[in-house]
């Protein structure tokens, strides 16, 4: 998907990590004179240039993310892949479903990499060999693709480089977030979103000066075999993260590396280095809940379903079938210039840029969910019904149209659904819980619109009506999203996990009242005993965290 991964901290926790580290500091003030930061120093201020650059360095496998799914947008189109590729000059039902499979075997693999790899390298083995692995195996498709002579191999290389994105995306944010300091870690993890969309600006204007020349679309899918390996070569030289050192039990180590990324202050890395034993106690304390749990607990399955939906929804309502046949799109208009191409990644990278780093903590979760989908929907059905009425003149405004929904994606859904999605789960099932979604949107939602979008464009219903379909499809998650999607800015966890728990029908009834009166779902203010009769299991609120 066109978004960011799984695994970025929500800001709720990094207030909570703010609260401790301020603690920390007022606690060392009252006990006596300080040897590391001063009283109005917050910990994990520290910023210096290696840890900027090291997180700049990382932040680049975001880049892995946007070239695999932009890349094909205009290969497609080129008469050399097309050739090889043996399809007719006119695309027809079975050149659709090809560009499906061609598509899909990269999501699919990525969903099968961000749901298993996720716990069996990343949280075993760790961060830095998950980042390697998935640089190489990126590299490895990308070559098989650049030297594909048939359509097997050429699927069977997406779907390598498909499980090498799905690593990164799941270990790369993760090492961002864990060697940052607090003051930078909100601007670091949103560079590798930023990087997802700067990949897909970079491969449209590659793909616009190669596509008529013999043999172009292999420079176009070459590039990512030299992206893949020039970064797993640095990453190399890059050391694991302090909190996979504390958690496997390596405290010298993981001292050593936070006083060398906190610019050689030892008192200072010490302190931090106690905070982050503290949240591993924390995290132990409160326990991880099994699979059984997540399907059987009511409160558990309900709020994993919610996210399952609204994460279907964001790769459904058509952001996919625009990167990935945009150029299909705008060829079956006749509009095949540089301008056609750029737009709408240019679109995708502002609109992201203003979501993420100006109107997320201003405007809150809520408002950007809802009036982000009602642009998409609005673009979306504008640029279908000039399509249809008027399909020879249609470009310009189709191309605006496309522009005005990528924005809104950008600004919204792009990276706000994953921000969302960590915030509303419960720490006990926060890991699976994520996981799930992300599968979601890799599997379901990705597969579906890979095969749904070439065959209406190549079909009677033509581009006019797959603008219009995912058009109707977004006008419905506006109502979705009022009734089912409460506000979460600058609300701590504790304050979330009750607006969310919800176990019968009834009681969903009164989840839709809540946010229809005041965006709050269930309630801000339910007691413990509450929450104990709502509890069929009786684990009380204490348990369901």
């Not at 048939?150 to 977030?177: H, K």
């Not at 010298?252 to 200072?268: H, I, K, M, W, Y």
């Not at 603008?467 to 600058?490: D, K, N, Y």
Request: aromatic share 10%; net charge neutral; charged share 15%.
């Amino acid at each position: 998907p066109l978004t960011g991964p799984p695994s970025i901290p929500s800001p709720l926790v990094q207030q909570w990590r703010h609260r401790r580290e301020m603690s920390c500091a007022q606690h060392q003030s009252a006990s006596g004179p300080a040897t590391g930061p001063s009283e109005h120093e917050p910990m994990g201020s520290h910023v210096n240039w290696r840890v900027v650059c090291l997180c700049m360095f990382v932040a680049n496998t975001g880049l892995f993310h946007g070239y695999g799914n932009g890349v094909f947008s205009v290969v497609f189109t080129m008469p050399s892949f097309r050739e090889m590729m043996d399809w007719p000059a006119a695309d027809d039902a079975a050149v659709a479903f090809r560009k499906g499979l061609v598509v899909s075997a990269f999501d699919i693999g990525a969903a099968v990499a961000a749901l298993l790899f996720g716990h069996l390298i990343v949280d075993r083995l760790g961060r830095r060999p998950a980042l390697i692995l998935g640089a190489v195996l990126f590299a490895a498709g990308g070559f098989v693709q650049a030297c594909a002579r048939s359509g097997t191999v050429l699927i069977l290389g997406r779907g390598v480089a498909g499980l090498g994105v799905g690593t990164t995306s799941s270990s790369g944010p993760a090492y961002i977030a864990e060697v940052a300091p607090a003051r930078i870690r909100g601007a670091m993890v949103g560079l590798y979103q930023s990087n997802v969309c700067l990949a897909i600006v970079l491969v449209s204007l590659l793909n616009f000066f190669d596509r008529d020349g013999t043999g172009g679309w292999r420079w176009s899918l070459g590039v990512q075999g030299v992206l893949g390996l020039g970064t797993a070569f640095g990453l190399l030289f890059i050391g694991e993260t302090l909190r996979f050192l504390e958690k496997a039990g390596r405290q010298q180590e993981a001292l050593r590396v936070l006083t060398v990324l906190r610019g050689g202050d030892e008192n200072f890395a010490t302190q931090e280095l106690a905070m982050v034993r503290a949240e591993l106690d924390e995290e132990k304390r409160i326990g991880t809940a099994t699979w059984a749990e997540v399907f059987v607990n009511p409160h558990f399955r309900n709020v994993v379903a919610l996210g399952g939906v609204i994460q279907f929804f964001q790769i459904f309502t058509g952001i996919n079938a625009i990167v990935a046949y945009g150029g299909t799109l705008f060829h079956a208009l006749g509009f095949d210039g540089l301008t056609s191409s750029l737009t709408p990644s240019i679109a995708l990278l502002l609109g992201n840029s203003i979501g993420c780093f100006g109107l997320v903590d201003r405007a809150g979760r809520r408002c950007l969910l809802i009036f982000g989908m009602a642009g998409m929907s609005v673009s979306m059905l504008i640029g279908g019904v000039v399509s249809w009425a008027v399909p020879e003149t249609s470009g310009y405004v189709v191309d605006a149209m496309v522009f005005g929904f990528m924005f809104s994606f950008g600004v919204s859904w792009g990276f706000g659904v994953w921000l969302y999605i960590s915030e509303i789960m419960p720490l006990r099932v926060r890991g699976k819980a994520v996981g799930l979604c992300t599968a979601v949107s890799w599997g379901p939602a990705n597969v579906s619109s890979a095969f749904i979008a070439p065959s209406m464009i190549d079909g009677q219903m033509g581009p006019g009506g797959m603008m219009l379909f995912f058009g109707i499809v977004a006008s419905v998650v506006v109502p979705f999203a009022v009734c089912c999607c409460p506000e979460t800015r600058g609300r701590s966890l504790e304050e979330i996990t009750p607006m969310f728990r919800f176990a019968s029908w009834k009681d969903f009834a009164c989840f839709v009242r809540g946010n229809l009166r005041a965006g709050d779902g269930m309630g801000l203010n339910r007691s413990a005993q509450e929450d104990q009769h709502l509890d069929p299991a009786g684990g009380g609120a204490a348990t369901n965290r």
